[in-house]
């Protein structure tokens, strides 16, 4: 089975990767594109929490007899601005209306029903800059390991054309804390123009998993495990939303030892 997941070009739902599509345990994501007015129940099992990241547009979002009205507002995920999100313990049905022509990302993992539902607005989210040179990237935490959730991380990711990410190349499938955890992964893509695309190689030490992958817009690359650098040809610049859950909330990684020599040439930042 192929890592790469290719986007409908028609319809509200662009893509989506279930546990039982991916043959993995935690991660589920799916991505929406809505007209004005449209609405969706996005089908996420009852037992998951949520994450829903309003990527571009305003929507309203209701769930339990909460309703967060109009969110969002970015006109496009390239947007140097975070999002607007809304977490959603288990349990919880939702319906998403969109009011202007929007793109919702709902990243799902099994719930216990722990942390509260609740509006997650951009001003509590942290971006910054990592790396240098051809390496920098810029990050926003839409849901790190130091808020409230019971599996789920969130994060989104801006790579300038002609720059690397996700490098030099790391992995996190092997539960041994401190040093590393166990977390699959999704990599929703999108490009800027969207006629470009971006490769993503995904391979483990031994090899027995190695593909490497051409991604156009709104495709998703799943990591099951194994590292997974991601590469921006000039004159495109790439947007990833990655979700990541596994059996411990905890972000831990392993740089590929053949190339963790970039880290003492320079103060190259590794992971996202």
């Known amino acids: 089975m192929s890592l790469l997941v290719k986007a409908k070009r028609d319809g509200a739902e662009i893509v989506r990767v279930t546990p039982q599509s991916a043959g993995w345990n935690y991660v589920g994501f799916a991505a929406y594109r809505l007209a004005p007015d449209e609405e969706i129940?996005?089908?996420?099992?009852?037992?998951?929490?949520?994450?829903?990241?309003?990527?571009?547009?305003?929507?309203?979002?209701?769930?339990?007899?909460?309703?967060?009205?109009?969110?969002?507002?970015?006109?496009?995920?390239?947007?140097?601005?975070?999002?607007?999100?809304?977490?959603?313990?288990?349990?919880?049905?939702?319906?998403?209306?969109?009011?202007?022509?929007?793109?919702?990302?709902?990243?799902?993992?099994?719930?216990?029903?722990?942390?509260?539902?609740?509006?997650?607005?951009?001003?509590?989210?942290?971006?910054?800059?990592?790396?240098?040179?051809?390496n920098q990237r810029f990050v926003c935490d839409i849901l790190p390991q130091t808020e409230a959730a019971d599996h789920l991380l969130v994060v989104e990711v801006i790579t300038p054309g002609g720059h690397s990410s996700s490098y030099p190349p790391h992995k996190h499938d092997t539960d041994n804390l401190p040093l590393e955890s166990s977390l699959e992964e999704t990599y929703y893509h999108r490009l800027n123009p969207a006629q470009g695309f971006a490769f993503q190689r995904v391979y483990s030490d031994d090899r027995s998993l190695d593909e490497a992958l051409a991604v156009e817009d709104h495709d998703v690359v799943m990591v099951p495990r194994g590292y997974h650098p991601v590469v921006v040809p000039y004159g495109y610049d790439s947007y990833y939303l990655n979700v990541m859950a596994g059996p411990t909330r905890e972000w831990h990684f392993k740089n590929d030892p053949a190339h963790e020599w970039l880290l003492k040439r320079s103060p190259i930042a590794e992971s996202l």
């Open 41 to 134: 129940a996005p089908g996420a099992g009852a037992t998951d929490e949520l994450c829903i990241v309003v990527l571009s547009g305003t929507v309203s979002v209701k769930s339990a007899g909460q309703t967060w009205r109009e969110i969002g507002g970015r006109s496009s995920v390239f947007e140097p601005r975070a999002p607007y999100a809304v977490y959603l313990p288990r349990g919880n049905g939702v319906t998403i209306r969109a009011h202007t022509p929007s793109e919702v990302g709902v990243a799902s993992a099994p719930g216990k029903g722990r942390s509260p539902a609740r509006l997650i607005e951009p001003e509590t989210m942290k971006r910054f800059a990592r790396g240098e040179g051809l």
